[in-house]
């Protein structure tokens, strides 16, 4: 199934997005986890393409076996910015040779040995370059958006300039970066669909569960933490059973407040961790239930 029959149909969605294995040896216990989240049938699922410190080689293993055992529809990601051409041709043959539909296309995070090396010599330089060779492949294509504005452009106005570029370029969906401030998604909404940007849009939520993941998410994606949440990371922190069911309510909270103000498609970052997604859709079963 496309994914954009999914997004543009009504009724409410919520995806669970989890990551390859970091080695060959935990293979199992991930395909476990991936499997447990799969049997919730969610929307969709994602399988990212080595974030998270997760190896790009199994992606499509995790895709593949979830599709076949679980029927659920998958959202394979694939990024470009330290891939030749050759790769990335032998990716999209194999995506395709695997009945692959949807894909995220991702220009991937800049490394400092990449901020090094001659940008001449790269094939690709952002995602728009690989959603112009997968359009002639006939997927599903989604990217990536930043509600706080992704932290190597200049400005808003510029970062929208290049969303509705990629957009134009065959991108039919976008998702979110993770936010913690509903507000900053509801202002960024109006910017896009003022810019002329009118694809449907996936909220990205990240469920924090331990006071670890705060630093770490924040680095990574530069979000602005409200009060409300820094107190919850600053009375529970600590106690790791108070702050797991905090941060489940928290987001439970924030995707509500999503749906009621018709954010109709949600994608949960669950980082592999099924108990967490099982929480959240228990907490939405009756909302989920209605249109
Ligand atoms: P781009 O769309 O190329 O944008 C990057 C920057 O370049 C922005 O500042 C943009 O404004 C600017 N820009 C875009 N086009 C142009 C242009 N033509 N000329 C000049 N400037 C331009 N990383 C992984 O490694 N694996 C994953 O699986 C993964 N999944 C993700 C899923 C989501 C939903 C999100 C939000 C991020 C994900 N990432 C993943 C991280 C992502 O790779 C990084 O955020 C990366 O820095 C940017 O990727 P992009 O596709 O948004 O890049």
Redesign the pocket.
Known sequence: MRIIDILKDEKLSLSFEVFPPKSDTNFESVKDATEKIALLKPSFMSV????GGGTSKYTLDIAKNIEKTHSVPMLT?L?CVSSTKETVKQRIADMKNAGIKNV???????TPELEKSDKSKWHY????DLIKELKDNDFCIG????PEV????LNQK??IM??K??VDAGCQFL???MFFDNNLLYNFLYKIREAGITVPVVA?IMPITNANQVERAIKLSGSFMPQRFKSIVDKFGYDKDAMKQAGIAYATDQIIDLYANNITNV?VYSMNKPDVAEKIQSNLSDILGKI
Not at 125 to 128: L, R, V
Not at 143 to 146: D, F, K, L, Q, V
């Open positions: 990212t393409y080595g974030a990601h990024t995220m296309a991702l220009r991937g995070d800049l330089h952002h995602a728009i990217g990536a958006c930043y992704h932290p190597e452009s510029d970062d290049h969303l570029e990629k998702t979110t970066q990205g994608h």
